[in-house]
């Protein structure tokens, strides 16, 4: 068995995997959220590593079979601090959904040069601007991370400080790319980047190549194992080698929290000025291959927002049962900037609005809008890239809706691929520990999840489409006024 640890932005996932590549067994608890102010979503990370060793301790009692391996995917952007012995949190960790750090970006003398050495546009969006704002806000804890007895990283980095007892301090190099420290044409950390946020270089974690292993758990920690961890990747650079779309030109859009189009370029990391983000997608062998990416902020956040904000559902899966309660949308476009807007149009302080309001407006009629709003989303991050594919992978929890994707298919005129196992995330991070201890190679990686249902355009949206863009820019008009 290959255990796979999923830690995203509600929960952890935990996965046992089979060398035939089936999941048999699953582990999943959530973890709360906190939001101390309008637009600042925090995590504690002891809250995100109590619910893994919980999701972990599900598979464990479901399986007899030695686990061989563990491979880590997680949430990027989002960052924390922990002491370097103890391992306990200094403050709760910034989630990438956090918008705090707009002024700290506003007035910091960067200029085009930050894009060109990371790929990614300045926002709010990356961990480097967190950092800045702790430095900035909580003197105490920063004071620490200078003098050497607190460290900093990413959640896959913390969890593995947590599952070697602080023997290891590392992150892979799909991972550390999400950080806006990290020039991804060198492949190492920045000295310039680091001095334009004053971020310390000895409280970051070594970088690694995403397969490969990196050090063992110890079993005083870890449910007695001493099991090597073996892959690691970001969840979306994830989903696309768990989509085994290792080809240039292969791609995949993830329907998670947050919408996340991925398209493999291979080993140029070509910095784009359309809206993408040119990221790596991972590191084998020392090598890099690069992607494309459209980072969409709310995707299943917004159904996640009409069950537990609005209670019009009671689970996220009632919302295709109710949107077919109606024949369409009753004139309704929703715009879910509920935490700014990403890719193409990178526009943080922009908030959530519902144009088309009626008397007879009805909850059916939100939730197509709801759903409409998800692929609108996807289509523009797909024109953006300007990709001529005749096909698209998905995976996702909201995936599984047969109405979104045929929503999806209509709009982009392609031809949609589902395959039998749709948490292609988790996977993405079994396959790349069964890679790095010789349990598969990657011919072997093709043929594990086969496609199970495809999805093929009936009809065309385009006039939905050019209504769903004047409502865009009706939305950020109203954030800049």
Not at 35 to 61: C, M, R
């Amino acid at each position: 068995m290959i255990l796979a640890i999923d830690a995203g932005t509600t929960g952890i996932t935990a996965l046992a995997v089979d060398a035939s590549g089936s999941i048999v067994a699953r582990g999943y608890t959530e973890f709360p959220q906190h939001y101390p102010q309008p637009g600042w979503v925090e995590h504690d990370l002891n809250e995100i590593w109590d619910a893994t060793v919980f999701s972990v301790k599900q598979v464990l009692d479901q399986i007899n079979t030695p686990i061989l391996a563990i491979g880590i995917t997680n949430q990027r952007e989002t960052v924390g601090i922990w002491d370097k012995t103890t391992l306990k949190p200094e403050c709760n960790a910034i989630v990438w959904q956090d918008r705090r750090t707009t002024k700290i970006l506003e007035e910091l003398n960067a200029g085009p040069s930050v894009q060109r050495l990371t790929g990614l546009p300045l926002d709010p969006y990356f961990s480097a601007s967190k950092l800045r704002w702790i430095a900035k806000n909580n003197k105490a804890v920063w004071e620490k991370v200078i003098s050497g007895s607190a460290v900093v990283g990413t959640i896959d980095t913390f969890l593995i400080a947590k599952l070697t007892n602080g023997k290891v301090h590392a992150t892979d190099a799909s991972n550390a790319s999400r950080t806006q420290l990290y020039d991804i044409h060198t492949g190492d950390w920045c000295n310039d980047l680091l001095d334009l946020f004053e971020i310390p270089k000895h409280a970051l974690a070594t970088v690694t190549d995403s397969s490969g292993v990196i050090g063992n758990t110890n079993p005083e920690s870890f449910f007695g194992l001493d099991v090597p961890i073996a892959g690691v990747a970001g969840d979306q650079q994830a989903a696309l080698f768990g989509q085994t779309q290792f080809e240039v030109g292969g791609a995949k859009c993830t329907y998670g929290t947050g919408g996340f189009i991925l398209q493999n370029t291979g080993p140029i990391g070509r910095v784009q000025d359309n809206g993408l983000i040119t990221t790596v997608a991972w590191q084998l062998n020392n090598k890099i291959t690069y992607a494309n990416e459209g980072s969409v902020f709310v995707s299943g956040a917004a159904v996640q927002w009409l069950r537990d904000e609005l209670k019009i559902i009671s689970n996220a899966a009632e919302i295709e049962e109710l949107a077919r309660t109606v024949s369409d949308n009753g004139g309704l476009v929703f715009v879910p900037a509920l935490t700014g807007l990403g890719a193409p149009y990178w526009q943080p302080d922009a908030r959530g609005t519902v144009f088309g309001l009626t008397r007879g407006t009805q909850r059916g009629h939100l939730a197509r809008a709801t759903l409409e709003a998800l692929a609108f989303q996807v289509r523009d991050v797909f024109d953006a890239m300007n990709a001529e594919l005749s096909t698209l992978r998905v995976d996702g929890g909201a995936s599984a809706n047969n109405l979104l994707m045929q929503i999806q298919t209509d709009l982009l005129q392609t031809t949609i691929e589902r395959p039998k196992q749709l948490e292609s995330t988790a996977l993405g991070a079994a396959y790349l520990a069964g890679l790095g201890i010789g349990l598969w190679n990657m011919a072997d990686l093709k043929n594990l999840n086969p496609v199970e249902s495809q999805f093929t355009p009936k009809s065309n949206l385009d006039s939905e489409y050019r209504r769903w863009k004047n409502a865009v820019q009706a939305t950020i008009s109203f954030a800049n006024h």
